[in-house]
């Protein structure tokens, strides 16, 4: 089986700056595109940010500019660097990493809540 797990969530203040990780174990050793998502009390879960075969990299339009996406050379992990956090970024953020167009696995989640 694959275990996802996310770590670097965390309380912050408006301003500034988390960085989350994700790795996994079990069968695959690296990924096919490896992603962020976020989702807010009583809101769907959406798209933070990609990270595609080639260097290809998409972003939410409300993160654009604050947040990067990068992955190890291996691509066996993925980071989000979070700048300028706002309020509204508050939110659980859950990795996605898929090995191919079926199979896609999740992490549970870690929490992310900007306050002052």
């Known amino acids: 089986q694959v275990q996802v797990v996310e770590s670097g969530g965390g309380l912050v203040q408006p301003g500034g700056s988390l960085r989350l990780s994700c790795t996994a174990s079990?069968?695959?050793?690296?990924?096919?595109?490896m992603g962020w998502y976020r989702q807010a009390p009583g809101k769907e879960r959406e798209l933070v940010a990609i990270?595609?075969?080639?260097?290809?990299?998409n972003y939410a339009d409300f993160v654009k500019g604050r947040f990067t996406i990068s992955t190890n050379k291996a691509r066996s992990a993925v980071y989000l660097q979070m700048n300028d956090l706002k309020p509204e970024d508050t939110a659980v953020y859950y990795c996605n990493l898929r090995a191919s167009r079926e199979i896609e696995y999740w992490g549970q989640g870690t929490q992310v809540t900007v306050s002052t």
């Open positions: 990270a595609a075969p080639g260097g290809n990299k």
């Open positions: 079990g069968r695959f050793v690296s990924w096919y595109i």
